[in-house]
């Protein structure tokens, strides 16, 4: 069965990680449009992101005209995928979305400090605090309901903790605790 697997969550929440590791288990194409910004620019990534944006989706096309199974990483703050996601529905793919969650911007934003810290990439801080609410919202409000599977996890420990898992509008609380503070950024 062809399938997509939608890495996502918001800034900062691990999800390159999570997939780098994801890749060993399923050996899949991984698509990351940070990973092709920063080919294009190492220096200064920021610049080609919108070049990058475009070649991103590119590929996600290059993929489905293939009918190839493969992974993509997104923090679901836009909605452009949606789009992506109905050609997908219609190609006969399973859609699969992982969404990694992160309590509140502010551990957003200490976890980018530490990337970059590192040698990672930067995100402006602006662009985290709009994004944090929007990605959890478009992710429960639009892209759960689009999903054959999803599941939620908490990732701002040493290892993710699943939070629930479901198939469009249906689901199973895992963790009661983690799942209300969830549910606190929705409101």
């Avoid at 789009?83 to 509140?104: D, G, P, S, V, W």
């Avoid at 701002?156 to 209300?180: R, S, T, V």
């Amino acid at each position: 069965m062809k399938e997509i697997f939608i890495i996502a969550g918001p800034n900062g929440s691990g999800k390159t990680t999570f997939a780098k590791k994801f890749i060993e288990e399923y050996k899949l194409p991984f698509i990351n449009a940070d990973e092709i910004a920063q080919k294009l620019n190492p220096k200064n990534y920021q610049k080609v992101r919108i070049e990058a944006g475009k070649k991103f989706l590119l590929q996600i096309k290059d993929n489905i005209i293939q009918n190839k199974s493969f992974i993509i990483e997104s923090t679901l703050a836009e909605k452009y995928l949606l789009k992506t996601i109905e050609q997908l529905m219609q190609q006969k793919y399973r859609i699969n979305i992982i969404f990694l969650f992160l309590q509140n911007i502010d551990e957003s934003i200490l976890r980018i400090k530490i990337r970059v810290q590192k040698g990672g990439h930067d995100v402006p801080q602006e662009d985290i605090k709009r994004r944090y609410k929007r990605s959890i919202v478009n992710f429960w409000t639009l892209y759960k309901n689009k999903a054959d599977r999803w599941k939620i996890y908490y990732n701002g420990k040493d290892f993710p903790i699943p939070i629930a898992i479901g198939a469009q509008f249906d689901y199973k609380i895992i963790n009661d605790y983690l799942f209300e503070q969830f549910q606190g950024v929705l409101k």
